[in-house]
Nanobody, 123 residues
Framework: QLQLVDSGGGLVQAGGSLRLSCAAS????????VGWCRQALEKERELVAV????????DDADSVKGRFTISMDDAKNTVWLQMNSLEPKDTAVYYC????????????????WGQGTQVTVSS
């Protein structure tokens, strides 16, 4: 069974950068789509970005276009979310999500989830 471990969150000033990692254990991301979702306090969960297992198809939320980039390593063990030009509105807990169905990950409803990593952006 696929297990996900999120890491890389922290406190950063507005305009700064962070890189989140989602590591797969027990198996690789081969045949899995992987996405990042975030949930801010008292707000609904929001999809941020999704990448297919082949890395050839990606989708980014409008709120992060041009600032965030999702990528996967060649070994398909790790998915990163590079976050640049961070803004206070990006403050949230970020979760890695995976499923063999790309559409389910696009909906933020994949079967597998990381434990979440907190990102806090100060103004």
């Amino acid at each position: 069974q696929l297990q996900l471990v999120d890491s890389g969150g922290g406190l950063v000033q507005a305009g700064g950068s962070l890189r989140l990692s989602c590591a797969a254990s027990e198996r690789t991301f081969s045949s899995y789509a992987v996405g990042w979702c975030r949930q801010a306090l008292e707000k609904e969960r929001e999809l941020v970005a999704v990448i297919s297992w082949s890395g050839t198809s990606r989708d980014d939320a409008d709120s992060v276009k041009g600032r965030f980039t999702i990528s996967m390593d060649d070994a398909k063990n790790t998915v990163w979310l590079q976050m640049n030009s961070l803004e206070p509105k990006d403050t949230a807990v970020y979760y890695c999500n995976a499923d063999q169905d790309f559409g389910m990950v696009l909906l933020g409803r994949g079967d597998y989830w990381g434990q979440g990593t907190q990102v806090t952006v100060s103004s």
